[in-house]
């Protein structure tokens, strides 16, 4: 089998039924040995086991995970002591001009809603994002 060649895998997949689990073992061996992974996705779209496994194994280099597929992250988990993992507490979607960027939106969408009209970014809860 024919391997794709990535040196970093950045998972941004929503949380969905379709999506859950959806990076485990099978998926993360068809890419070549030796890669990155990183998720600011959801964490529910990975098998933590799996990754672990992979890490554990050197197939995965590293790994960079800001979401966790069990939150919070409990105290005792391996993956605070891992060299080969870094975590972060969920900060991904932090931007630092957030407020000027999030106030007039939210504005616009406010005035929009008691105008009665379509609003920007509208979640799609069938879709699950």
Avoid: C
Wanted: glycine share 6%; aromatic share 12%.
């Amino acid at each position: 089998m024919e391997k794709y060649n990535a040196d970093y895998v950045i998972n941004i997949l929503p949380g969905t039924k379709y999506t859950n689990g959806f990076f485990n073992k099978n998926k993360l061996e068809k890419i070549k040995p030796g890669y990155s992974f990183i998720n600011v996705g959801r964490g529910t779209s990975v098998v933590t086991s799996d990754l672990t496994q992979l890490l554990s194994d050197d197939y995965v280099k590293s790994a960079y995970l800001d979401v966790f597929e069990e939150e919070p992250l409990k105290k005792d988990s391996p993956l605070w002591h891992s060299p080969k993992i870094v975590a972060t507490p969920h900060i991904s979607g932090l931007m630092a001009h957030f407020k000027d960027t999030f106030v007039p939106l939210f504005d616009d969408n406010l005035e929009k809603y008691l105008a009665d009209k379509p609003l920007h970014n509208l979640v799609d809860l069938d879709a699950g994002y």
